[in-house]
Each structure stands twice: as C-alpha cells, then as structure tokens.
C-alpha cells in the first residue's frame, strides 16, 4: 500500500528554521497539505495544495514541493510551534496521513 | 467559521458496532464545496483516515476499513454519521469528523474545521 514517509522527530533552536520532509512516490504529481497537532488538541491545517497557508496561519510557516517529496519550513520557529506535524496526500482517491513528525524546540 | 462536534459512547463491547454523529453549524452541510469526513487517532499514534462523505450522499472510504465502515448524511438535521462494525481493541481511538473543503478534483480537498474528537474504548 501507499505510504508517506516522515522522520519520526525533528529538534530546532527557537529563532531558527525547522524543515519536515515527506517523501511518497506519487507526490510529484499531486498536491500535500500539512497539518499541525498540539498534545490534547484537534489537528490544524497550516499548509494546502502544496504551498498555500489558510488565514490566521503565521507568514513563518511555507509548503514547498520537488520530485517525490513535500517539505514543512518553519522560519524564525517560535516554542510555541512545538508539536507534530503531519503530511497529507493522495492514493486512488484514498486519503493518505504520513506517520507524523514532532518537532521539538530546543 | 464551521464547527463540528461529535457525539456517541465513550466505550463499546468488542464485535459491536460504533456509532457516531456529527452535528455542523455555522454553515449548510449541504455546500458543494464541501465534503464531510471522519479520522481517527489511536492513543499515541497518527492520524487515519476512515471516509468522506458529500452532502448527496457519494462517499469514499479507506480501503483498509471499506468492509466494516457505513457513512450517511441528514441533510435536514445538518449531521452526518459512522457507523464502524465488528469493533476490536485495535479500533480504540479517538474519532474526529472533519469538514473536507475543496473544488475539482477530489485531491484539492483538506481537512479545514475538525471537531474536539472524541475517544472510544473498546473494552468488555
């Protein structure tokens, strides 16, 4: 079956730039969206269709896409973005979750 | 702004079936732009995408729980449901419903209102 591949864990200093790649075989022909989840809460969107940020999402997050991969940048990551992040994507019309990845800020 | 909240038991006996509900206000789940879904999240793991629904009633459903899985829509109530047979231990998890917003193609939808989620034990 179809899998996105994330690394498990990812550690940024605050005021630095934090990436979060996933990686799928068809992900070069369709689009990722990202979404953020804080302990006890519901998940958010922060990144669709690759590259856009939904209203209320800070200008420090960006989606970008090449080949057969999708990256989460964090710019200038603040404490409070400390969470896990998971990449969403496509398979014959089946929704796919990557397995998440927690970002921790050091 | 949509708001979504589930609502059903907190625990189920194994080889039940799940039911669950999902009331939506703030908008018509009638709205084409829209289509309607349900994940879940067992503790301390990731996100599953169980099915989705559209207001006239097409659905797509994870291959993976296709055999097990019924989602219907009540337009005039405004709610939308899942019913999940046969349950195990493996089902306990917490159950989202989500609005899925998009246009085209079905790949240009995601997830952009979730409920709070609600946790559901499997346990005699």
């Known amino acids: 079956s179809y899998e996105l591949t994330q690394p498990p864990a990812v550690s940024v200093s605050p005021g630095q730039t934090a990436s979060i790649t996933c990686s799928g075989d068809?992900?070069?022909?369709?689009?990722t969206c990202w979404y953020q989840q804080k302990p006890g809460q519901s998940p958010v969107v922060v990144i669709y269709?690759?590259?856009k940020r939904p209203s209320g999402i800070p200008e420090r997050f960006s989606g970008s896409s090449s080949g057969n991969a999708a990256t989460l940048t964090i710019s200038g990551t603040q404490a409070m973005d400390e969470a896990d992040y998971y990449c969403?994507?496509?398979?014959?019309?089946?929704?796919?979750f990557g397995g998440g990845t927690k970002l921790t800020v050091l | 702004q949509l708001q979504l909240q589930e609502s059903g038991p907190g625990r189920v006996k194994p080889s039940e079936t799940l039911s669950l509900t999902c009331s939506v206000s703030?908008?018509?789940?009638?709205?084409?732009?829209?289509?309607w879904g349900w994940i879940r999240q067992p503790p301390g793991k990731g996100l599953e995408w169980i099915g989705s629904?559209?207001?006239?009633?097409?659905?797509y459903y994870n291959p993976s729980l296709k055999s097990r899985v019924t989602i219907s829509v009540d337009t005039p109530k405004n709610q939308f449901s899942l019913n999940l047979k046969s349950m195990t231990a493996a089902d306990t998890a917490v159950y989202y419903c989500?609005?899925?917003?998009?246009?085209?193609?079905?790949?240009?939808?995601?997830?952009?209102?979730w409920g709070q989620g609600t946790l559901v034990t499997v346990s005699s």
């Open positions: 269709q690759d590259t």
């Open positions: 068809a992900l070069g022909d369709q689009f």
């Open positions: 629904i559209y207001y006239s009633g097409g659905t």
């Open positions: 969403q994507a496509w398979d014959s019309s089946t929704v796919i």
């Open positions: 703030g908008g018509s789940i009638s709205s084409r732009s829209y289509y």
């Open positions: 989500a609005s899925h917003y998009g246009s085209g193609s079905w790949e240009n939808y995601y997830f952009d209102n």
